[in-house]
């Protein structure tokens, strides 16, 4: 069996790495650099700390790769595992807040709510005068993406696998409804492809002629010299009703995001990947209002944007789109700590014919139209 991925990011290679172990010959496409999309630009999150059940088995599955990470792979990502802190200002959240948590602990997620007084035992910069509730895991934390795709392409390199480079897809072929290989600088035949194209994964399915609803938008994040040090110790700690997060960097700093106001669609071609001073120094603000670190002496340092792939309600589409084809695609944000599942999961689906990791029943491409739930814990 031959499977071509496309994609060279932390997706793309997690797939390509699951499949090969298992015996799999494996060609990966990859039109840039390794890690060079949104990987790369992510802020490394990895948290269980979801509001719909799905997304939590996700993030439980692949807790069990990132625990063991540097002993699987001889990579140190640099986990650290200070948690998350999720805040309310409102009444609506802070309800919603309590009924996640719950949720979360019924299937092996041990996050908490907590009152503002108590949130400020894991953040000592709070101000928990803004704040009507938090929930708050010791499970969660980052890690660095380049060194988990670094990790996870040497390791797909010895289990057989081919990564190319700078070699982009132009075409994707089907005989009948069965899609069959691509062109690539050449023809190249596959039993299976897998559209892991992060941004770029609408244009890929297009190409195969199946239309996937993902959306890539634009984020910014910022590295700052705060005021006041940040601690090593604290949590990554999100405001979700403004949209903006911190978390802690080396020696004080701190990394800076958040998303306000509207949220139009990029194209992953030609998107700024600078940032906007205004936006940075509005950013650091609505920082300064979670907590005192971010008075007026913060210095930016530097700052990048990147891409989210987006789908309407926040959930990924992970499915064989028609046969052939496999999509993992769509993660909204939260690929880079979906990864290590997603990998299991493709290659279940091929070798397979079905999942099993995860019930992803409720992740396939036509559920858009439907009721469905939306994931309401996005950074």
């Known amino acids: 069996m031959h499977v071509v991925v496309i994609g060279g990011g932390i997706i793309g290679l997690a797939s390509a790495y699951e499949l090969a172990e298992r015996g799999v010959r494996v060609t990966v496409l990859e039109k840039g650099s390794l890690g060079g999309g949104s990987t790369g630009r992510s802020a490394g999150g990895i948290r269980g700390q979801f509001s719909t059940p799905v ?14 990470f540097e002993e699987t792979f001889g990579v140190d990502i640099a986990h650290r595992r200070v948690g998350y802190l999720f805040l309310a200002r409102e009444p609506e959240t802070a309800d919603r807040l309590r009924e996640t948590v719950a949720m979360q602990n019924a299937h092996g997620t041990s996050s908490e709510y907590l009152d503002p007084e108590a949130a400020r035992e894991h953040c000592d910069g709070l101000r928990t005068e803004a704040f009507l509730g ?60 897998v559209n892991a194209a992060g941004a770029w994964a609408r244009r890929v399915g297009k190409l195969a002629g199946v239309e996937l609803p993902v959306t890539p938008k634009r984020r910014r994040m910022v590295i700052v010299d705060p005021e006041e040090p940040v601690p090593e110790t604290d949590p990554l700690t999100v405001d979700l009703d403004v949209g903006s997060y911190f978390r802690p960097e080396r020696e004080g700093a701190a990394l800076v995001g958040g998303q306000f106001g509207a949220d139009p669609a990029a194209d992953p071609e030609r998107y700024r990947k600078g940032i906007e001073t205004d936006w940075a120094a509005g950013v650091v603000e609505r920082a300064g209002e979670m907590a005192r670190y971010f008075g007026p002496e913060t210095r930016i340092k530097r700052g990048w944007a990147g891409l989210y792939a987006v789908t309407p309600d926040n959930h990924p589409i992970i499915e064989e789109t028609v046969p052939g084809l496999v999509s993992a695609v769509g993660f909204s944000g939260h690929g880079f700590m979906h990864a290590p599942a997603t990998g299991k999961l493709v290659t279940e689906l091929i070798r397979e014919g079905e999942a099993s990791l995860v019930d992803i029943g409720s992740l396939k491409s036509d559920r858009f139209g439907d009721e469905r739930s939306e994931e309401r814990n996005v950074v």
């Open 134 to 193: 938090a929930s708050y895991s010791p499970e969660d934390g980052f890690a660095d993406p380049n060194l988990a795709v670094q990790g996870y392409a040497r390791a797909a390199r010895e289990a057989g696998a081919e990564i190319r480079t700078k070699t982009a897809v132009e075409g994707v072929h089907r005989d009948g409804g069965r899609v069959i290989g691509v062109t690539a600088g050449g023809r190249i035949d596959a039993d299976y492809v």
């Open 55 to 68: 997304n939590v088995e996700l993030s439980r599955a692949s807790f069990v790769i990132w625990d063991r």
